[in-house]
């Protein structure tokens, strides 16, 4: 039996807010996958003394103060994480081919875009840019892992193939046990930070290319109706 997360009330409110179909869908990540933030991020930390200890993917635990080199606290971590999309939330730029390629996919299904993004009021500002990009499609906000919030999109789908793309290896995972059946694809655009990420388990595809990806996921889509 899949381990169903429950996802927090505010995402389920917006996901009933979405029409869903017996048609494939296509749920895909923002930062490190549509648009690019560990180069933002760096230099947002850089501007407040603050660098990576290491080329490692996490937050927690590699964040430290450049003068003295001290680890900051899991507390100071998340500040600066909030304070990064307090101020550069409509600022981050678009990772390469992004939004051709979703572009290309929305013809062969539906695409919904989940994200974890500190701050309700931050939400519009995110969308607007997205728009502004070229990749103007439903948005939903959620916390934590996205087990539940993907269950919850998949409902109504029937056996139409369904696929989620995350850099987060927490949401990877997460998804992986909610919904056994979807296709994960772990994509980290900075290629720094990609060479260092491990391999995860039932992932289809590790990506740090849009282009890759896309014809990917065209093939899984075009199969599956074969």
């Known amino acids: 039996m899949p381990n169903i997360e429950t996802a927090n009330a505010s995402a389920l409110q917006q996901i009933k807010e979405i029409e869903k179909r017996a048609h494939p869908l296509l749920i895909c990540d923002v930062d490190e996958v549509l648009l690019q933030f560990i180069p933002h991020l760096e230099r947002f930390m850089k501007d407040h003394g603050v660098a990576f200890k290491e080329t490692a993917y996490r937050l927690k635990a590699n964040m430290v103060y450049t003068q003295t080199g001290e680890n900051l606290t899991d507390d100071a971590c998340m500040a600066v994480i909030h304070d990064f999309f307090e101020s550069e939330v409509g600022k981050q730029e678009a990772v390469p ?26 939400k519009s500002a995110r969308e607007n840019l997205l728009a502004r990009l070229g990749m103007d499609y439903p948005l939903v906000t959620n916390e934590g892992p996205k087990g539940g919030a993907v269950a919850a999109l998949c409902a109504k789908r029937g056996h139409h193939p369904v696929i989620f793309i995350d850099d987060s290896p927490t949401n990877i995972i997460s998804v992986g046990k909610s919904t056994p059946h979807v296709q994960l694809v772990h ?18 595809l590790k990506s740090n290319c849009w282009k890759e990806t896309g014809d990917f996921i065209e093939n899984l889509l075009v199969a599956a109706v074969r």
Request: aromatic share 6%; proline share 5%; net charge negative.
């Open 187 to 204: 994509f980290i655009a900075d290629s720094r930070f990609f060479a260092t990420a491990g391999d995860l388990p039932n992932v289809a």
């Open 97 to 122: 081919h992004a939004a051709e390629q979703l572009e290309r996919l929305s013809k062969l299904c539906d695409i919904v875009i989940l994200t974890n993004l500190p701050g309700s009021h931050n």
